[in-house]
Nanobody, 113 residues
Framework: QVQLVESGGGLVQPGGSLRLSCAAS????????MAWYRQVPGKQRELVAY???????KYGDSAKGRFTISRDNAKNTVYLQMNSLKPEDTAVYYC???????WGQGTQVTVSS
């Protein structure tokens, strides 16, 4: 089993920044792909950012140019730096590990003045 715990969400004003963290623990035997998704009520969960095991990255259209995904393998932690936040970025953000289909519990991000 692998546990994923997100942190760093909260309330931020438009134009502000937040950094989300996802700490992995449990039966981790190798560096794996990781991703951030987000979801708002009534909509499907959407990909925000993806980082491959060799650190290649890709982003959803809404995140390009504003968000950056990174990882610290020594800490088994993945980060999502979010800049220039907009009200439409308001969502629950989830960490995801495709190998084994593991999801975190989610962290709420609210962008509002």
């Amino acid at each position: 089993q692998v546990q994923l715990v997100e942190s760093g969400g909260g309330l931020v004003q438009p134009g502000g920044s937040l950094r989300l963290s996802c700490a992995a623990s449990g039966r981790i035997s190798s560096i794996a792909d990781m991703a951030w998704y987000r979801q708002v009520p009534g909509k499907q969960r959407e990909l925000v950012a993806y980082i491959y095991d060799r650190n290649t990255t890709k982003y959803g259209d809404s995140a390009k140019g504003r968000f950056t995904i990174s990882r610290d393998n020594a800490k088994n932690t993945v980060y999502l730096q979010m800049n220039s936040l907009k009200p439409e970025d308001t969502a629950v953000y989830y960490c995801y590990r495709p190998a084994g289909n593991y999801w975190g519990q989610g962290t709420q991000v609210t962008v509002s003045s």
